[in-house]
């Protein structure tokens, strides 16, 4: 099953590369084949198979030999091992194909907002939307917790937006908060900010050194949030056992 899984999450990673690289420069998402972006042929099917055809091509379009980008092999291969992750070790409540598909939007969130610093309105309500249709027609415990576990989350990055008047935290960021908190629940929703700041305040930190970043210049949050997403998704119950064991 595990191998089966990691070749869905290839294949789903395949579409996740397509959609991040379309979605920002405004393309169609769901129609279309993938083109070279630099002498715009269409890339064959079995040319378009993922990782095989990046290591058959040694990485290189078959038409004019420009070099395919790393991200395509790169977002592949994350997709399929967070699947593969999810399946051994997610213990939530909620049901595992959602939590694929919740977990493929917040994949593109990342790239996209790493790569464009914007967290397209789009995936988040689309994550919003799913979550909640779901929410409605099934039984889910506790439900109280998770709608207020949203709520919690963006109302705090909302204060924060506007104590630091939107350069600390985007609006997008605050919107993806109640997305995720309604996903991760109580008390995994406050591992989940825990975990976010603690590794942006890391990567500032070591960027800063490294002098690729200035004090004052801004860093994308929005990928730190989904980063601590995934982390808090799979491991989040055993974490957050071990930390607050009284909540
Ligand atoms: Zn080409």
């Known amino acids: 099953?595990?191998?089966i899984?990691?070749?869905?999450?290839?294949?789903?990673?395949?579409?996740?590369?397509?959609?991040?690289?379309?979605?920002?420069?405004?393309?169609?998402v769901l129609r279309g084949r993938s083109k070279c972006p630099k002498c715009k042929k269409t890339i064959r099917w079995h040319d378009n198979i993922?990782?095989?055809?990046?290591?058959?091509?040694?990485?290189?379009?078959?038409?004019?030999?420009?070099?395919?980008?790393?991200?395509?092999?790169?977002?592949?291969i994350s997709t399929a091992v967070i699947f593969v992750f999810i399946w051994q070790f997610y213990t939530g409540r909620l049901p595992l194909p959602l939590v694929f598909v919740v977990s493929s939007l917040m994949i593109a969130i990342f790239v996209i907002d790493l790569e464009h610093r914007i967290i397209p309105d789009s995936l988040t309500f689309l994550g919003l939307g799913v979550v909640l249709i779901l929410f409605l027609v099934?039984?889910?415990?506790?439900?109280?917790?998770?709608?207020?576990?949203?709520?919690?989350?963006?109302?705090f990055l909302l204060?924060?937006?506007?104590?630091?008047?939107?350069?600390?935290?985007?609006?997008?960021?605050?919107?993806?908060?109640?997305f995720s908190g309604?996903?991760?629940?109580?008390?995994?929703?406050?591992?989940?900010?825990?975990?976010?700041f603690i590794a942006g305040a890391l990567v500032g930190i070591i960027l800063i050194t490294m002098?690729?970043?200035k004090l004052k210049q801004k860093i994308a949050f929005g990928p730190f949030l989904v980063f601590s997403f995934l982390i808090s998704l799979v491991f989040g119950e055993y974490i957050s056992f071990l930390l607050f064991p009284y909540l």
Request: proline share 5%.
């Open 138 to 155: 099934t039984d889910i415990p506790l439900l109280y917790i998770y709608l207020a576990s949203g709520a919690g989350a963006a109302l």
């Open 5 to 28: 899984l990691f070749l869905i999450g290839l294949v789903v990673g395949s579409f996740l590369e397509a959609l991040t690289y379309r979605l920002p420069r405004g393309e169609n």
């Open 159 to 178: 204060l924060l937006n506007l104590v630091t008047q939107g350069r600390g935290m985007g609006l997008g960021d605050v919107k993806l908060a109640l």
């Open 211 to 213: 002098g690729r970043a």
């Open 1 to 3: 099953m595990i191998y």
């Open 50 to 76: 993922p990782l095989i055809s990046f290591a058959l091509l040694s990485g290189k379009c078959r038409d004019c030999g420009e070099k395919i980008s790393t991200r395509c092999p790169l977002i592949e």
């Open 182 to 196: 309604l996903v991760l629940g109580y008390p995994v929703v406050i591992l989940w900010i825990l975990i976010a």
